[in-house]
């Protein structure tokens, strides 16, 4: 288990926005239709007007500049002229459905259309380079910038923590990957008032996410982003592809778009149909996650916590010296439990030398199997240690070797129903130059989303901060609901605050409590500024929790607001435990499962659809699931509204006359 370190250098509807605040967003998430074909627009001059939902799109032709005249006389800036110039541009071509045009100085082919209510623009680049486009929140009324980091931020464009740079915790200055560093391949900004009658938005996908990044700047104090696509034919990335869609500006609006676009190409999974495809995969509807340590891997470990009245857990375990045995596995399986050994085949090593078991591979798999960059030296393994494994070279031995199968069946053989796989789900992939087992990045997430497939046939598999594209072949995820600051990584690495691999059965980095300095606080868990973007797109298809590290106990400060989040979002919390810590915190542990579980089972395999604050500090939030199965009102602030006091949330499952209520923070002490 080993945290991801980002590089910082779904219905149809015609002629509507994506709604997303009090509206349920099922009413306009899984489509987006009526102007495909309607019109193919008109051009005059080098404007280029398409229609799309809500509106039309005018695109100008000579810089790629993009507006918007909204169907209530709004005019909208969606993108200013891209970075750098282009060039003189080429004649335009009127097509079916939009235009095409190139840029010949700059070796680029366009072509504009509107398709399914958006505004889709692909460039394609005859050599390599790079393009700054779209150049976003340059409209004077942009108001918040939503971006996918981890679960979801929604940042107001002139807050002043955001506008500073990322030494003080703000975004200013810094560029993301968006392949890697973030969860979606998307961003969003609310022009003026946010959701509702007269809101405007807009929210922007790039599919082609691999060699894009997005840098933020503050300009006059504002944050605006500009996104960056590097032309590569060796890297395979010399299609760049952007979306755009007119919203209503709530801050969850282009999660929801993003969720149509996955239903509307065949790439949003159903844990519902994960379920039937494999029954144990329910078992995650009402379970808490815990890895497990010392006694609580034991039998007895297990009936303790099924003696508090737990009646469902995820329980994972290293696969060390000394994993759960058969029996052990049994009893959780027997107490309704999910059970399954952490595995990676991520790491290589020396088997003479290697720190752990699951870097230690037959045969020459280390070090032939070694990525390498282009000059020949292998790709280092997390932290130095050994090489990071090519895909590609598995996938090519395994029909022979088998050496992916054998791994698995010997981690099973206890009887464990679970798997998580780590980092393959994540946004960091490779490119492999070695001869024999030559791999672009998209296909290394070819072969990663090939072997998960395989696994989850028969096992509920689960993987590390999941990106959105693996979303079919998983069922749970470790870390995508957590906003990682870039400074965890720091104080991760340091022993004496954070705590380090010691003593063997309860190691302090998992089990000793740490207190977040106050910008990384403010950064990750600020309710004010979150967003269940993740959810608004994937709840449903997976089971989303926060990083393994980050246990429910291991930020005493973060409790409250933590529980708070989890219940709002549907979203488990997770532990890690060993025997002492069950006999400590397993009545509060209990106390937050036997709440959690009946809402999760009633809205675990439903979409998010609504997210809304229901005060001007954006202390007190709303979510519905299912339109209407299940709604969740929390109050992270510290005084009672309409009834509802500081700190507690109130669910309201369909069929209930009272609300349950729980208020976290009254539980522990």
């Not at 080098?46 to 006389?73: E, F, K, N, Q, Y």
């Not at 009324?141 to 679960?151: D, K, L, M, N, T």
């Not at 020459?364 to 020949?376: L, M």
């Not at 995820?477 to 063997?504: C, F, I, M, S």
Request: charge should be positive; glycine fraction near 12%; charged fraction near 25%.
């Amino acid at each position: 288990m080993k945290p991801h370190l980002p590089k910082t250098t779904g219905r149809r509807r015609r002629g509507t926005r994506v709604l997303a605040v009090s509206l349920a967003l099922g009413a306009t998430t899984v489509g987006l239709t009526g102007c495909d074909s309607a019109s193919a627009g008109t051009l005059e001059g080098s404007r280029l007007s398409l229609p799309v939902a809500g509106g039309t799109a005018v695109v100008d032709t000579a810089s790629l500049a993009v507006h918007a005249r909204t169907d209530d006389g709004r005019r909208l800036v969606l993108s200013a002229a891209a970075g750098g110039g282009l060039g003189k541009p080429g004649p335009v071509t009127r097509t079916a459905d939009g235009a095409h045009w190139s840029y010949p100085g700059k070796g680029l082919k366009v072509t504009a259309s509107s398709e399914r209510g958006r505004l889709r623009i692909r460039l394609r680049a005859d050599r390599d380079g790079s393009v700054s486009w779209p150049v976003t929140g340059t409209d004077r009324a942009a108001s918040a910038v939503q971006v996918p980091r981890g679960e979801g931020l929604d940042i107001p464009v002139k807050d002043a923590f955001w506008n500073a740079g990322p030494e003080k915790g703000g975004l200013a200055g810094s560029t993301v990957d968006m392949g890697e560093a973030l969860s979606m391949p998307l961003w969003g900004y609310s022009l003026g008032k946010a959701g509702g009658k007269g809101g405007h938005g807009v929210s922007y996908l790039t599919p082609t996410d691999l060699g894009t990044s997005l840098t933020f700047a503050s300009t006059g104090g504002r944050l605006r982003t500009t996104a960056e696509h590097a032309f590569d034919a060796g890297e395979g990335t010399r299609d760049y592809e952007v979306s755009f869609a007119l919203t209503d500006g709530n801050p969850v609006a282009s999660a929801a778009d993003y969720r149509s676009y996955l239903a509307q190409h065949g790439q949003l999974g159903s844990l519902r149909r994960k379920i039937e495809q494999n029954p144990a995969n329910g078992k995650l509807l009402g379970a808490f996650h815990a890895y497990v340590w010392g006694d609580a891997r034991t039998a007895a470990g297990v009936a303790k916590l099924k003696k508090l009245g737990v009646d469902r857990m995820w329980l994972g375990y290293d696969a060390d010296s000394d994993p759960m045995k058969a029996r052990a596995v049994r009893a959780a399986k027997q107490a309704g439990y999910l059970v399954g050994p952490y595995d990676t085949f991520d790491n290589g090593q020396d088997p003479k030398g290697a720190d752990t078991n699951t870097s230690v591979w037959p045969d020459r798999v280390y070090p032939d199997f070694c990525v390498r960059k282009a000059d020949g030296t292998p790709e280092t393994g997390f932290h130095g240690r050994g090489c990071y494994l090519s895909s590609r070279a598995f996938e090519k031995a395994e029909p022979a070797e088998h050496y992916l199968a054998d791994r698995t069946r010997t981690m099973v053989a206890n009887g464990a129903d679970s798997y998580f796989l780590d980092v393959d789900a994540t946004g960091e992939v490779f490119r492999d130059h070695t001869k024999g087992h030559e791999m672009t990045k998209a296909g290394d997430r070819t072969n990663r989303l090939a072997r998960m497939r395989r696994l989850s046939k028969n096992l509920v598999l689960g993987s590390e901060s999941a990106q959105a594209w693996a979303n079919k072949v998983i069922a749970y995820n470790h870390g995508a609901l957590t906003p990682v600051d870039d400074g965890l990584w720091k104080l991760e690495k340091d022993r004496q605050t954070w705590g380090g691999y010691y003593p063997e059965k309860a190691p302090a980095t998992f089990f000793k409590p740490v207190r977040l300095p106050g910008r990384m606080a403010t950064a990750m868990y600020d309710p004010t500024y979150r967003a269940p973007l993740y959810e608004t797109a994937l709840h449903g298809s997976l089971v989303n929790v926060e990083r393994w590290e980050l246990s429910y106990d291991k930020l005493p400060a973060q409790k409250t607001t933590r529980a708070l989040l989890a219940m709002l979002y549907n979203t488990p919390l997770n532990y890690v435990l060993d025997g002492p810590t069950i006999d400590r915190n397993g009545p509060e542990l209990a106390a937050l499962q036997k709440y959690f579980s009946p809402l999760h089972r009633a809205a675990g395999t439903e979409q998010l659809t609504s997210f809304r604050w229901l005060t001007g500090d954006r202390t007190i939030q709303r979510t519905v699931f299912g339109n209407g199965k299940l709604t969740v009102t929390a109050n992270f602030g510290s005084k009672a509204v309409n009834g509802l006091p500081g700190g507690c949330v109130d669910a309201e499952p369909a069929g209930d006359q009272q609300p349950r209520r729980l208020c976290p923070g009254r539980l522990s002490g």
